[in-house]
């Protein structure tokens, strides 16, 4: 009984860790030099930092954030269509460790393809598989999102060396995601001075509402599984 109770509380925090983490991620890593109200206002950033700054980040022993994705991000013009646009770079998430590969919270985008925003592809009539030109290139539409309500409905994401190719801005990033773990040090304050001491020239943003979220529900797994089974709580991700 023992054993059949700690394995429903084992499906139990499995289901928290796949909904927590479909609410995407909750830590940005921008440049230091960047204003973040002229961030938020303009709705991209304006100031870059190398690519290889992620890529440190992921080989650090960093232990409050996962899921290292850098991002290139510029609002820009779709000249084939008349339509200002977000443009969004994105690779595949860079592995932390040696350990087994996490289901990513975000697929990357192959070479050559491109993923609309709900506006976007509603708007011009497009749908998946077709063939688009965007700032003269051919692009295969890989996805079509579902509306969110967000800036995402007029975002185009296409593979990151790419949008540095089309933004002239070759290896450069404008921001690093993470998702923040369930662990000791994972507060802002503590993910803001270990990114800190990696990456002296940024600066960290939590989205507080999600990180919230995702601290409380995996909380709340950990103590049913405990009061459940006895023993320690534990959540890694």
Not at 60 to 87: D, F, M, N, Y
Not at 89 to 110: C, D, F, M, S, W
Not at 177 to 195: V, W
């Amino acid at each position: 009984k023992i054993d059949a109770t700690e394995a429903a509380m084992r499906r139990l925090e499995d289901d928290y860790r796949v909904i927590t983490k479909r609410m995407g991620f909750n830590v940005q890593v921008f440049p230091r030099g960047q204003d973040l109200g002229e961030l938020h206002a303009a709705g991209h950033g304006t100031v870059f930092m190398p690519e290889e700054h992620a890529e440190t980040l992921a080989r650090s022993r960093a232990v409050s954030v996962q899921h290292i994705l850098p991002v290139l991000q510029q609002k820009t013009a779709w000249p084939e269509r008349g339509r200002t646009v977000i443009l969004i770079g994105t690779r595949a998430e860079i592995p932390r460790g040696e350990g087994a590969a996490k289901q990513p919270v975000l697929e990357p985008v192959p070479a050559g393809a491109a993923v609309l925003g709900w506006c976007l592809h509603r708007d011009f009539g497009i749908a998946r598989g077709d063939r688009i030109a965007f700032r003269g290139r051919e692009l295969t539409v890989a996805a079509c999102h579902e509306e969110r309500g967000t800036a995402d409905d007029i975002s185009l994401w296409v593979n990151l060396a790419e949008a540095q190719e089309m933004l002239g801005l070759p290896g450069k990033i404008s921001a690093i995601l993470a998702l923040s773990c369930q662990c000791e040090g994972a507060a802002i304050e503590g993910i803001r001075a270990e990114i800190a001491a990696i990456l002296p020239d940024t600066q960290v943003i939590e989205y507080a509402f999600q990180a919230q979220a995702r601290r409380d529900a995996r909380t709340r797994a950990a103590r049913a599984r405990s009061d459940a089974v006895g023993g320690e709580e534990s959540f890694a991700e």
